[in-house]
């Protein structure tokens, strides 16, 4: 179990730091919320890259970075908006 937790952190960095990486533009969040975005990235990403391809031996790498990247928009619209309400 405690196994499964340090991978878990460990993608989710990773797949949080590459979907940053690609997505242009600032982010300002710390290494806890880019593990929890590379997180429900992969979760979110995985699952409809599996639903979509089915089992494609190891490439849902590629649905989690996508995940990452959509949660990630998601992200950056709510606070945005959040940000646009505060200075009207």
């Known amino acids: 179990m405690v196994g499964f937790i340090i991978g878990m952190l460990i993608v989710g960095l ?11 533009g600032r982010d300002p969040m710390g290494i806890g919320a880019t ?7 992969a979760l979110v990403g995985g699952f ?11 490439v849902e790498w590629i649905g989690s970075i996508l995940g990452a990247m959509l949660v990630l928009w ?15």
């Open 14 to 24: 990773i797949v949080g730091a590459l979907a940053r990486l690609l997505m242009p």
């Open 35 to 41: 593990i929890v975005l590379g997180v429900v990235g």
């Open 48 to 58: 409809l890259w599996r639903a979509a391809f089915g089992d494609s031996d190891g």
């Open 74 to 88: 998601l992200y950056r619209m709510a606070v945005g908006r959040r940000d646009h309400s505060l200075h009207v």
